[in-house]
């Protein structure tokens, strides 16, 4: 009876051996796994860095003119006025540029005075760009020749058209707004345009995609300065929610563009939904095409044969 409790114990013991090594095993695999996670997670932290001044603040300029949308700027602006970093200061110093200092109309009618003019602003460290009228020769000289210097050129949303005017954006890669891919692949043809993409980063350049991706743009311009931890703890205290920043990538729902049928018809110019019944139209070798606008059919009938064969391509 001794010798089978003895048995019986040991083979409880090994047993336990095993399930103990099991254990173990299962938590070692766990904690691979976090550390790995851990180590994903901070690598784009480290990746394309930028060290911030050793005194003194980083001037960020905003590049406004007429009809600029307001989240395009307004939405990084607050981004960088909300960084916090040790002892509680505010490293970024914002201001606005434009060609004068009168009143200019932002989207909806927002009435903004731009803080400086090309001609006196100080030199920035951080340019951003937002959707609004065509440039003028002046800021585009004034992009160009400051961009020389900064850390950061970025664009958010149609103001990668503005960025790409400048000529910086020719030979390398960038993002704008969904609605426009086809507009700047046509008037853009040495830019590689990446669809899906919630920015692009090419050096001192960046480009973001429409309106919201600004913000994560901004959000991932603080981590390059100041690490994860304050660029997440940013986005905390704003309730901002959105990942996209710390994935580059992460646009993918609008890497397909959607498919104009007849029943659906789609504007061969920005790729939104139209109504056949009220929308302005055009045939061009037997085939009707219906546009968002009077301005998108202007832009089609100027070169119809481009907006079709990009619409055949989709």
């Known amino acids: 009876m001794l010798a089978l409790m003895n048995a019986q114990t040991n083979s409880m013991n090994g047993r336990d051996l095993i399930n103990s090594a ?7 695999a766990l904690a691979l796994f976090v550390i790995g996670q851990l180590v994903a997670s901070a690598a784009p932290a480290e990746a394309n860095s930028l060290k911030p001044p050793a005194k003194g603040d980083i001037p960020i300029a905003f590049v406004i003119s007429e009809g600029a949308v307001v989240i395009d700027f307004c939405g990084p602006w607050e981004v960088f006025r909300d960084v916090m970093v040790s002892g509680g200061d505010h490293p970024f110093r914002l201001y606005t540029v434009s060609d004068k200092t009168d009143p200019i109309h932002a989207g909806g ?3 903004i005075i731009s803080d400086y003019t090309f001609a006196n602003a100080p030199a920035p460290k951080v ?3 937002p959707a609004q009228s065509e440039p003028s020769q002046e800021m585009l000289k004034w992009i160009r020749e400051s961009t020389k210097n900064t850390d950061v050129t970025m664009s958010v949303c149609t103001g990668a058209f503005v960025l790409a005017k400048t000529g910086l954006l020719s030979g390398k890669s960038a993002t704008t707004f969904h609605s426009a891919f086809n507009s700047f692949a046509m008037e ?3 830019i590689h345009l990446k669809r899906g993409a919630r920015f692009v980063e090419n050096g001192n350049l960046a480009t973001a995609g429409g309106l919201s991706s600004g ?5 991932r311009v603080v981590e390059r300065y100041y690490g994860r931890e304050v660029a997440q703890k940013t986005a905390y205290n704003m309730e901002y ?4 920043w710390m994935n580059p990538d992460s646009n993918q729902t609008y890497a397909v563009a959607a498919v104009s049928t007849a029943e659906h018809p789609v504007c061969p110019v920005c790729g939104m939904d139209v109504d056949p019944k009220t929308a302005p139209k055009s045939v061009f070798k037997g085939s009707t ?13 100027a070169a119809p044969d481009k907006f079709a064969d990009a619409t055949l391509r989709r």
């Open 289 to 301: 095409y219906y546009f968002c606008s009077d301005d998108d059919k202007k832009t089609f009938d």
């Open 22 to 28: 099991a254990r173990f095993g299962l938590i070692a």
């Open 127 to 129: 340019i951003v760009v």
């Open 241 to 244: 929610q959105g990942q996209g």
């Open 109 to 111: 009618g927002m009435k």
């Open 188 to 190: 853009f043809p040495d």
């Open 215 to 219: 913000i994560d743009l901004a959000l």
